[in-house]
């Protein structure tokens, strides 16, 4: 009976080793609600952490103009009222730099949405349900429209150039959506870059999701449904 041992030994060891290289192959996500593939066409658009298992899904969804392409979703569609964090390993320098922020109007698929593209890499981020969105550094609060808020967070990043001009528009955005009431950049600070959100809804659902254009840079879209 013995001479069988190592035989298990090494069955159990090659299937030890395997399930760590799979556990290593996507970004950690936590606060993440267990969600199904989505059937949507649509695709992605923040308070104590979460403890919830990551429930990250894989979508096709709908792309706007210029952003033609699968996106990856990280999120699905969930109200963030706990802090829902996606982590990038990302090897500095050099800083991964916001140089666009876009907005769509997706009424006919169901919802808005908002893409910050980087280029250099992808940083991670967190973003949740609050209730005033607070600027970096100083804490002073951001007045934005609407009537729930989400704050968003990318570290590693920069939204500013080597000689310290702003690479994307400041100040209070107003898109004129249903959903989506205004966002305004919060912070550029210590490698933090920070967005406040200002939503229609009380309790705005949010999907996100990310790709890699073909132009090299990398993309986090945050979508944008009524609850109720």
Same mark, same amino acid.
């Given at each position: 009976?013995? $001479?069988?041992?190592? &035989?298990? =030994?090494?069955?159990?060891?090659?299937?030890?080793?395997?399930?760590?290289?799979? @556990?290593?192959?996507?970004?950690?996500?936590?606060?993440?609600?267990?969600?199904?593939?989505?059937?949507?066409?649509?695709?992605?658009?923040? @308070?104590?952490?979460?403890?919830?298992?990551?429930? +990250?899904?894989?979508?096709?969804?709908?792309?706007?103009?210029?952003?033609?392409?699968?996106?990856?979703?990280?999120?699905?569609?969930?109200?963030?009222?706990? *802090?829902?964090?996606?982590?990038?390993?990302?090897?500095?320098?050099?800083?991964?730099?916001?140089?666009?922020?876009?907005?769509?109007?997706?009424?006919?698929?169901?919802?808005? $949405?908002?893409?910050?593209? !980087?280029?250099?890499?992808?940083?991670?981020?967190? !973003?949740?349900?609050?209730?005033?969105? &607070?600027?970096?550094?100083?804490?002073?609060?951001?007045?934005?429209?609407?009537?729930? !808020?989400?704050?968003?967070?990318?570290?590693? @990043?920069?939204?500013?150039?080597?000689?310290?001009? @702003?690479?994307?528009?400041?100040?209070?955005?107003?898109?004129? !959506? $249903?959903?989506?009431?205004?966002?305004?950049?919060?912070?550029?600070?210590?490698?933090?870059?920070?967005?406040?959100?200002?939503?229609?809804?009380?309790?705005? *659902?949010?999907?996100?999701?990310? $790709?890699? =254009?073909?132009?090299?840079?990398?993309?986090? +879209?945050?979508?944008? =449904?009524?609850?109720?």
């Amino acid at each position: 009976m013995n $001479r069988f041992v190592p &035989t298990v =030994r090494i069955a159990i060891l090659v299937g030890a080793i395997a399930a760590l290289l799979l @556990a290593g192959c996507s970004p950690e996500v936590t606060g993440a609600p267990g969600t199904a593939p989505s059937t949507s066409t649509a695709a992605p658009s923040a @308070a104590p952490p979460a403890a919830s298992p990551p429930g +990250a899904t894989s979508a096709t969804p709908t792309p706007p103009p210029g952003d033609e392409g699968d996106f990856t979703v990280r999120y699905g569609w969930a109200v963030p009222s706990q *802090q829902v964090t996606v982590k990038h390993d990302v090897a500095v320098p050099p800083v991964p730099t916001l140089v666009e922020v876009r907005v769509g109007d997706h009424t006919a698929d169901g919802f808005e $949405r908002v893409t910050f593209a !980087f280029r250099g890499a992808l940083p991670g981020y967190h !973003f949740q349900l609050v209730r005033q969105v &607070t600027q970096d550094g100083s804490g002073d609060p951001v007045r934005l429209p609407g009537n729930s !808020f989400v704050q968003i967070v990318f570290n590693p @990043a920069y939204a500013h150039d080597d000689a310290g001009h @702003a690479t994307v528009p400041v100040g209070l955005q107003r898109p004129g !959506f $249903r959903q989506l009431s205004g966002y305004q950049l919060a912070g550029d600070y210590e490698g933090y870059v920070t967005y406040g959100f200002g939503f229609s809804s009380s309790q705005p *659902q949010i999907r996100v999701g990310e $790709r890699t =254009r073909p132009d090299g840079t990398f993309v986090v +879209a945050f979508d944008v =449904r009524s609850a109720r």
